[in-house]
Nanobody, 124 residues
Framework: QVQLVESGGGLVQAGGSLRLSCAAS????????MGWFRQAPGKEREFLAA????????YIADSVKGRFTISRENAKNTVYLQMDSLKPEDTAVYYC?????????????????WGQGTQVTVSS
């Protein structure tokens, strides 16, 4: 079992950057595919990025490609989401999730474990 705790959210001006962290507990962290999602009020949960357990394979959603980067440090049981050139429409609660290492999945239902989320607010 894996427990996930996100951090790094906050208030930032448009054009700014934030780096979200997701700390995982559990000895098998390195074997999971890790993903980042977000959910804005009244909207469905949106896939952003995922990284396989070795970190050699990543996938970034088209909606944030070129602005967001995902990485992981297995030795620290941590996955990161670097967010640059932030826009007001990026405002949402951001979640990390852990799923099976078989592949990279973009649907929330394929992920087994979720963090509690961290709020990101981008002001114009």
């Amino acid at each position: 079992q894996v427990q996930l705790v996100e951090s790094g959210g906050g208030l930032v001006q448009a054009g700014g950057s934030l780096r979200l962290s997701c700390a995982a507990s559990g000895r098998t962290f390195s074997t999971y595919t890790m993903g980042w999602f977000r959910q804005a009020p009244g909207k469905e949960r949106e896939f952003l990025a995922a990284i396989r357990w070795r970190g050699s394979s990543t996938y970034i959603a088209d909606s944030v490609k070129g602005r967001f980067t995902i990485s992981r440090e297995n030795a620290k049981n941590t996955v990161y989401l670097q967010m640059d050139s932030l826009k007001p429409e990026d405002t949402a609660v951001y979640y990390c999730a852990a799923g099976p290492s078989l592949s990279i999945f973009t649907t929330a239902s394929r992920y087994d474990y979720w963090g509690q989320g961290t709020q990101v607010t981008v002001s114009s």
